[in-house]
């Protein structure tokens, strides 16, 4: 089984809707959770961090649930330029407690 | 300010070539890691140096593999023996701490080196 698990789309919506990813990772002693952002043949970039508390950016709103060791993303009022692969991202206790451990991503591709 | 630089940024190599990709941090940074990504997949931990001490290399899939950072600035990886399976990007990234428990702070990534093993 993965370490982090992502459905990988992809997930073709119409401009303005909402899209909901999920994740759910195995390691219950992972200590910090990240979506990042990889647009094609680009670098991945960090969109944001995940807390318990949930949070939000703008359009983006992230959750995590340590019991069920689940991570979502929520992305509302959907934009073309939001068409990239989104990273589930979970940092773990190896590489001095910095190792990123990666999905494998969901292609999300948003239409006229 | 400048980014995560790394060079080349496409490599084209005969199986059995030697190969070095070069990473150039931001200035500063304590933290530099190494990930591979393959087609279709996400980044996969290779090595991690917190300054010039290679404190973790779980990630490298073989004695081919070789990293440095012997200043504990530019980094380098090496692979020799270049098999067809090598063929992925190569992501640098690097952060500020030195992972101190309980501090969270932002790996930074590089464009990545393109490598195509023939």
């Known amino acids: 089984r993965k370490e982090v698990e992502q459905d990988p789309g992809p997930f073709n919506v119409p401009e303005g809707a909402t899209v909901a990813f999920n994740c759910t990772y195995s390691?219950?002693?992972?200590?910090?959770f990240f979506w990042y952002r990889q647009d094609c043949r680009k670098e991945p970039k960090l969109l944001m961090s995940v807390y318990s508390s949930g949070n939000e950016d703008g359009r983006f709103t992230a959750q995590l649930n340590r019991a069920s060791q689940y991570i979502s993303l929520l992305i509302r009022d959907s934009k073309l330029s939001d068409s990239a692969t989104y990273l589930c991202?979970?940092?773990?206790?190896?590489?001095?407690?910095?190792?990123?451990?990666f999905g494998t991503g969901t292609q999300l591709k948003v239409e006229l | 300010g400048a980014g995560v630089s790394q060079s080349p940024r496409y490599k084209v190599a005969k199986r059995g070539q030697d190969v070095a990709l070069r990473c150039d941090p931001i200035?500063?940074?304590?933290?530099l890691f190494w990930y591979q990504q393959a087609l279709g997949q996400g980044p996969e931990f290779l090595t991690y140096f917190q300054n010039e001490a290679q404190l973790d290399k779980s990630g490298l899939p073989s004695d081919r593999f070789f990293a440095e950072r012997p200043e504990g600035s530019v980094s380098t990886l090496k692979i020799q023996r270049t098999q067809q399976e090598d063929s992925a990007v190569y992501l640098c990234a690097s952060s500020l701490s030195r992972g101190l428990a309980g501090i969270t702070d932002t790996q930074y990534f590089g464009p990545g080196t393109r490598l195509t093993v023939l």
């Open positions: 390691n219950s002693a992972s200590q910090s």
């Open positions: 991202v979970v940092k773990g206790l190896t590489g001095g407690g910095n190792k990123l451990t």
């Open positions: 200035s500063g940074h304590v933290s």
